[in-house]
C-alpha cells in the first residue's frame, strides 16, 4: 500500500495539470498519508522483534521518516 501512495504522490508533483495553487491541499494531504501509512508497520517490528536491541535504533529511523514526510 505504501508504494501505491507513494507512486501516485509522485505522479501528482509531475503532473502539470495538479500543480496549480487550487490542489495544493491535496499534495500536501498525500505527504501527510505516507508519513501515516508507516503506522502500522512500525507496530508490527516492535511486535516481532521485541526482544531485538536493534529495535529502538529503526524505530528511532522509522519515526524520523514519518516526522520528514510530515513536515
Do not use: C, Q
Amino acid at each position: 500500500m505504501d508504494h501505491s501512495n507513494g507512486m501516485f504522490t509522485i505522479m501528482t508533483l509531475l503532473s502539470s495539470s495538479i500543480s496549480s495553487a487550487k490542489y495544493r491541499a491535496f499534495r500536501a494531504s498525500l505527504f501527510v498519508a505516507m508519513g501515516l501509512f508507516g503506522i502500522v508497520p512500525t507496530i508490527h517490528a516492535l511486535i516481532v522483534n521485541w526482544n531485538d536491541p536493534r529495535k529502538s535504533i529503526t524505530l528511532v529511523y522509522e519515526l524520523a521518516m514519518a516526522l520528514f514526510s510530515l513536515l
